[in-house]
């Protein structure tokens, strides 16, 4: 089974931003972020379309540097901490003529351990292991070009979780899947909070709703908000929510996630519903 090593240690934040900022070109995205994300927490990162959340997510991944300030991972640079890190794109398109199978994808995720690119028997080992405990070993000699998107969503989660990393981080990972698929993907997901650091990038409300401690509100400055559990009704009004969870005072310029004085509350249920206008 995958391990459950990776628990909350209360001795240092798996993620620490300080003032970062980042701009393509003249066209700032990201303002002076400042917050941590400790060891164990489940994060959502939220905001509107073109609000900067895909840019925090490579920053933190390391796949973009900051033009100003600094951000840790597992306490180091970010760039360096790949190895600590899993990562689940949104979706994972390949040639269908491309023979790649789902145990060869997933031994992807440990090749990175060894700079030959030689798979050993524990990497081998490992990936058997960790198809199995997530049910996914009956398609282990499946190409991966022919699954479903559920499946595939699942073999990138594998992938991603083949190296026990300390923390993982998700991208719209039920975006293109449907919803029995995305129910069962939030089920193997909600194994691992607690386990592990979890920070996801989602329009998903339940999915936020159910196993989302805060979330990081994203519209070029970056807010921290608990989570207040949500009336299942509402859902279907989540752009309206999502409005109003990014339209903060000029009062609240500071977010570091540590300030709890500064961290609001989400409005409530009637308050996030939309009004006819």
Avoid at 93 to 119: H, K, W
Wanted: neutral net charge; hydrophobic residues 40%.
């Amino acid at each position: 089974m995958i391990s459950s090593e990776n628990k909350v240690n209360g001795s240092r934040p798996a993620i620490c931003c300080r003032g970062v900022s980042f701009a393509y070109g003249h066209a700032p995205v990201l303002e002076n972020a400042d917050f941590d994300i400790q060891s164990g927490e489940s994060i959502a990162i939220i905001g509107p379309n073109g609000g900067g959340k895909t840019t925090l997510l490579r920053l933190l991944l390391g796949r973009l540097t900051p033009d100003s300030g600094t951000i840790e991972v597992g306490g180091e640079a970010a760039s360096r901490a790949s190895v600590r890190v899993g990562y689940v794109p949104q979706s994972l398109e390949l040639d269908r003529m491309f023979p790649v199978t789902v145990m060869d994808l997933v031994l992807m995720g440990r090749l990175c351990r060894n700079s030959f690119g030689f798979a050993s028997r524990a990497d081998r080992k490992a990936v058997a292991e960790t198809l199995l405990d997530l049910g996914l070993d009956h398609l282990a000699r499946r190409a991966f070009a022919e699954l479903s998107g559920g499946q595939r969503q699942s073999v990138l989660l594998a992938r991603a979780l083949v190296n026990r990393p300390d923390i993982l981080f998700l991208d719209e990972p039920t975006t293109h899947i449907d919803l029995s698929s995305a129910e069962r993907l939030q089920e193997i997901i909600a194994r691992f909070v607690g386990r592990m650091t979890v920070l996801t990038v989602s329009h998903d409300l339940n999915f936020v709703a159910r196993h989302v401690g805060r979330v990081l509100c994203v519209d070029r400055k970056v807010r921290v908000h608990p989570v207040k559990p949500i009336d299942g009704k509402f859902t279907g009004h989540f752009e309206g929510a999502l409005r109003q969870m990014v339209q903060h005072g000029v009062e609240e310029v500071s977010d570091h996630a540590h300030k709890t004085a500064k961290v609001s509350q989400l409005p409530s249920a009637d308050e996030r519903a939309p009004r006819d206008v």
